[in-house]
């Protein structure tokens, strides 16, 4: 509903508990695709993607950004996943938008598409 009003949908994970059940994984399946921004720790991160890919991980810090990396590859380019880390920087980690780049050649226009995959970054909260 949200994408056919041009709205922003935003889902949080809440929690990891919740992530473990196979219903909830088969939904979020269904509608990862369709958010712009998804909201989560870094265990519910962790369980989401280790269900994404049926596999379990420990919650070091290199996995909880592939977990965020992995997360935005289910959503739609330019989509954000938000991963909060308590003390620690939060980690966002962002779907590429697919770029045309149109070029002309003589009389004919060719059209070359890139695709982009996820990025991550950190940032650091302010106190």
Do not use: Y
């Not at 929690?15 to 059940?21: M, R, V």
């Not at 993607?49 to 049926?54: H, K, P, Q, R, S």
């Not at 290199?62 to 954000?80: K, Y």
């Not at 991550?120 to 302010?126: A, F, M």
């Amino acid at each position: 509903h949200a994408q056919k009003m041009g709205k922003t949908f935003a889902l949080n994970l809440s929690s990891a508990g919740l992530l473990e059940l196979p219903k909830i994984q088969d939904r979020l399946r269904q509608i990862l695709p369709k958010a712009n921004l998804v909201f989560g720790n870094e265990s519910e991160a962790l369980t989401l993607a280790g269900a994404l890919t049926n596999t379990k991980d420990n919650n070091a810090e290199w996995h909880v950004a592939c977990a965020a990396v992995e997360i935005a590859n289910q959503l739609s380019p330019g989509s954000s996943v938000i991963i909060t880390r308590g003390a620690k920087s939060t980690l966002v980690a962002t779907k590429k938008l697919r770029t045309k780049k149109l070029t002309k050649n003589n009389a004919a226009t060719t059209t070359t598409t890139t695709t982009g995959s996820s990025s991550s970054s950190s940032s650091r909260r302010r106190e």
